[in-house]
């Protein structure tokens, strides 16, 4: 900034005042301020989180150090401390969910933005975010008194009927497990797939539909070649959201998944998940060393949406690279 | 002018604020919410002037919140230990109390297709099916303690609190006591590491994994299991006898183990000694600090005291908690002295 102009000396401040004065006249200095304030807020936030979920553990990261990962022993009696049968669960879990919603809301996506007619496409979309709305405990809830038993009943027999041999439905089935868990949280995050991916559909210009449809591809060929490629994007971030909702989602995990800190290949174990254990054991922890530990999981719970993050990006991007070449 | 009024009327609410007295905070088990709010909210109607709020944020954070100070008492229902009151000590400059206020008991409950009365259960099978040794329910040790129950040779499913709590502990400290094993191997503790069983969470989530799950068998307080009519069975106590829980056969376990009550009431009553007394029974606690300094809190934490030991026993019983035994009463009422 050079000088402040004063009013009334001259019609014209000169050069970059002049320019500020503008500028700030047009709100662009302020919307600039504004929102770079609000982006730079998400930055520090999550920096915070990281830092102070850093320091808290020293405790534990100084006794345990990186074997606080690769140990399955959970006895806050003696002090030891692994997180090892947590991060496998909530791997497993969330991966379950993806594999589960991923067809379903990009498909249902996919049938509301290109196939429906309008009236039932806003219907339909009024309900899924409806859906998006439940209170997490309330799916924990249907999930034990609903799913549960239906799993117990005919859905489990009937897998173990066919696929009995896979070492993923061996074992008693006691109806909390990985797969109840992951059946449950594939039904929370698909409304925030279908919701996302509908809208970045519905945005892709029209004009490349009709170029496709001019060269003589159907309705489908048109969606699935010319639509879908062009809010690939958009679709993958909707997949991430959807995947960190899936990796920290707490109630309605802990309510299913049958909480017993173990390593089973078997879908139908119960097992345990990062996020529910901080929840069931924090409020009662007094030792520090406890606490810390459950401070710990914290950060690797940071860790493990990284990474898999990170996996999931690069998969997308590997998949869509092929298919580009094909 | 205006701005000096506003002053007036703030200076104003200030002065009605401390004039409406004082207020105590407290925090800590969940367990005896019901009763401590019922308490304090009736002491507040005979005692206008004084408001005491709980918040039931679990044994663990009223024992860390009370010794870092940040609430006037806490409250657990299980005793603090020495590495706990050295901290305190040292934190705080002065030793922290325990009142025993009121009773409450764990039960054994279960789901069992075929047994619809209440099965006899030994501290031996209770232990063996905790630790996984016995995986049946027509196992000897079972079998031999209820003649006549036709017991299914299915395997036990065994469920316990996933949620760090009180009940777990009185759970734990029980089986510890009555198996060297359990003792060593597992331990006593809010949480511990489970040798076999699922999790669920709560009282509530105990209660529907077994609703749900044949040949399950896990452990809730006894309130729930009597407001929510679970069956559970009958635990054999230290003189070999079968015994129900009830809110008198917990009274009973609290007589028994007064006698060698220690001065400063941490004690664990579970397997007390005495015919009738339910051996999984425990005391839950008020934790206050030895010194407090404002003189008009220090009054008013002793009068609820002596009101919580007098008239507010009598209110126990119909939010099925069991009363302290008169001698227990007796020896907290001299220990009130102590606050200073």
């Known amino acids: 900034m050079a000088t402040t102009p004063v009013l009334g000396e001259r019609a014209l401040p000169p050069g970059g005042a002049r320019s500020f004065l503008m500028r700030l006249r047009g709100g662009e200095e302020i919307a600039y301020t504004i929102t770079f304030t609000a982006a730079a807020a998400i930055f520090v936030i999550t920096a915070l989180i990281c830092y102070e979920l850093f320091a808290q553990s020293e405790i534990s990261r100084h006794k345990f150090g990186w074997a606080f990962l690769f140990t399955s022993e959970w006895d806050p009696v003696a002090g030891k401390f692994g997180a090892l049968p947590f991060i496998y669960g909530t791997v497993i879990t969330s991966v379950l969910a993806l594999l589960i919603a991923i067809p379903q809301g990009i498909g249902s996506a996919i049938f509301l933005a290109e196939m429906a007619p309008a009236r039932i496409s806003n219907a339909l979309t009024f309900l899924i975010e409806l859906l998006a709305a439940v209170p997490s405990v309330i799916y924990g809830l249907l999930g034990v008194f609903i799913l549960v038993p239906v799993l117990q009943k005919s859905v489990v027999p009937a897998l173990k009927s066919v696929f009995g041999a896979l070492p993923i439905f061996q074992g008693a089935f006691y109806g909390v497990s990985y797969f109840s868990a992951g059946i449950v949280l594939s039904v929370m995050i698909v409304p925030f797939i279908i919701s996302v991916s509908r809208e970045v559909l519905i945005s892709v210009p029209r004009d490349q539909r009709e170029a496709s449809l001019a060269l003589g591809a159907s309705k489908w060929q048109t969606v699935w070649l010319v639509v879908v490629p062009n809010a690939s994007t958009g679709i993958m971030g909707s997949i991430f959201l959807a995947l960190a909702r899936a990796l920290g989602e707490t109630m309605a995990v802990t309510m299913v998944i049958g909480n017993t800190p173990q390593i089973k290949a078997s879908l139908l174990a119960p097992g345990y998940s990062i996020a529910a254990v901080i929840a069931n054991e924090f409020t009662e922890a007094t030792g520090d060393l406890y606490l810390s530990a459950l401070i710990e999981l914290g950060l690797v719970l940071f860790g493990v949406t990284f990474v898999l993050n990170g996996l999931a990006r690069i998969l997308i991007m590997a998949t869509a690279q092929k298919g580009a070449h094909s | ?340």
């Open chain 2, 1 to 340: 002018m205006k701005r000096s009024s506003l002053y007036l009327v703030v200076a104003t609410l200030a002065c009605a604020a401390a004039a409406a007295g004082l207020s105590l905070t407290g925090a800590g088990a969940t367990f005896p919410y019901p009763m401590y709010s019922k308490w304090f909210s009736d002491y507040h109607k005979l005692h206008g002037d004084l408001e005491i709020n709980y918040q039931s944020i679990g044994s663990g954070g009223g024992i860390k919140q009370v010794t870092e100070g940040t609430v006037d008492f806490g409250a657990t229902d299980g005793p603090m230990n020495d590495t706990q009151l050295a901290e305190f000590k040292q934190k705080r400059g002065c030793d922290v109390l325990h009142f025993p206020t009121v009773m409450g008991a764990v039960v054994p409950t279960y789901n069992i297709p075929g047994v619809t009365g209440e099965l006899n259960l030994t501290p031996e099978a209770l232990a063996g099916i905790f630790l996984g040794k016995i995986t049946k329910w027509n196992d000897a040790e079972i079998a031999k303690a209820n003649p006549g129950v036709k017991l299914p040779g299915d395997d036990i499913v065994v469920v316990h609190r996933s949620d760090g709590s009180g009940t777990t502990y009185v759970w734990v400290d029980f089986l510890s006591k009555v198996s060297p094993e359990w003792k060593t191997k597992v331990g006593v503790g809010t949480s511990v590491n489970w040798p076999v069983g699922l999790g669920g969470k709560g009282n509530e989530g105990v209660s529907g994994q077994i609703k749900q799950t044949p040949n399950s068998i896990g452990y809730v307080e006894l309130i729930y299991a009597v407001q929510n009519k679970l069956p559970y069975g009958k635990v054999r106590n230290a003189s070999g006898a079968f015994i129900k829980a009830e809110l008198a056969s917990v009274t009973a376990a609290a007589s028994g183990a007064a006698a060698n009550m220690p001065a400063d009431f941490r004690v664990s009553i579970t397997n007390a000694p005495g015919k009738t007394a339910y051996p999984i029974s425990s005391f839950t606690w008020l934790l206050i600090p030895s010194k407090i300094q404002d003189p008009a809190k220090q009054k008013a934490v002793k009068d609820f005291l002596q009101w919580m030991l007098g008239p507010g026993q009598k209110m126990a019983e119909p939010l099925s908690y069991a009363q302290l035994p008169t001698p227990v009463i007796a020896m907290e009422l001299k220990a009130i002295s102590k606050i200073q």
